[in-house]
């Protein structure tokens, strides 16, 4: 089944004990995410995907306006597992907007699809664009298997009836750069933040509530346009030139 989903997303590096803060002055109307138990947590593993050329990476490093991105994320915790929240994501950002269009299948389905194998799962309507796009990054752009990241997240949703806000914080963030044929297996020894650090990230179709804006001002939040993959990639870059 694939997804469509279209919103703004903001990003800020914060510490622990102003992610506490925050968490701590939500409303009642915000709750753990459907993936997450009671304590909306959960582990993410994303597979990244780019050219030799690492087409992605420096799209990103230029600032364009319209670029794409592929890769395969899978969910990790008891109510994910239950739904098997495995998918085959295409990220388009366009106009300070983020654009996700994905196909919900398992993690054996996934690695065929973007390795270019063909798969057992059925092809649902509307579909059919998504599988077009993937094909176009593996056989036109030649994108492989690039980074595959590591995270603990926690995740809330506003339970209002006119609301689409999300609200996650993601912790540990850990990469490598080998054993890329399985999401899960491999060891994940390089960490992007340091201690204490976490990365929230507010994703909403339109306006940030002012109830969010008011305590993001009183935590002095500042957004920080990052991204784990680029910052894995530049990591490993500088490990690489310090061991040379």
């Known amino acids: 089944m694939s997804y469509r989903l279209d919103r703004y997303e903001f990003k800020f590096l914060i510490s622990r004990t102003q992610r506490d803060s925050i968490i701590g002055r939500f409303p009642e109307h915000i709750a753990p995410d459907s993936n997450s138990g009671p304590d909306a947590n959960y582990r993410i593993y994303t597979l990244y995907y780019d050219s030799p050329e690492r087409d992605c990476y420096w799209e990103k490093l230029r600032g364009l306006g319209s670029r794409r991105k592929l890769r395969v994320r899978l969910y990790e915790s008891a109510q994910a597992a239950a739904s098997g929240a495995c998918f085959v994501e295409i990220k388009h950002k366009h106009d300070g907007r983020g654009v996700k269009r994905r196909l919900h299948t398992t993690l054996t389905s996934a690695m065929k699809i973007t390795g270019g194998l063909p798969s057992s799962a059925p092809i649902w309507p509307g579909e ?12 036109e752009r030649n994108f492989r298997p690039i980074c595959c990241l590591r995270y603990d997240r926690k995740a809330f949703v ?15 963030i850990r990469y490598r750069m080998d054993d890329l044929e399985s999401l899960q297996k491999g060891t994940f ?56």
């Open 128 to 139: 059919e664009r998504i599988f077009s796009e993937v094909q176009q990054f593996i056989t």
């Open 158 to 172: 506003d339970l209002a009836p006119d609301s689409d806000l999300r609200i996650t914080f993601d912790e540990d």
């Open 189 to 244: 020894e390089n960490c992007l933040l340091n201690e204490g650090e976490s990365v929230m990230e507010i994703k909403v179709t339109g306006a940030v509530p002012v109830w969010l804006i008011r305590i993001l001002s009183q935590e002095k939040c500042t957004p920080a346009g990052r991204s784990k993959y680029c910052d894995a990639i530049a990591a490993s870059d500088a490990s690489e030139q310090e061991a040379a």
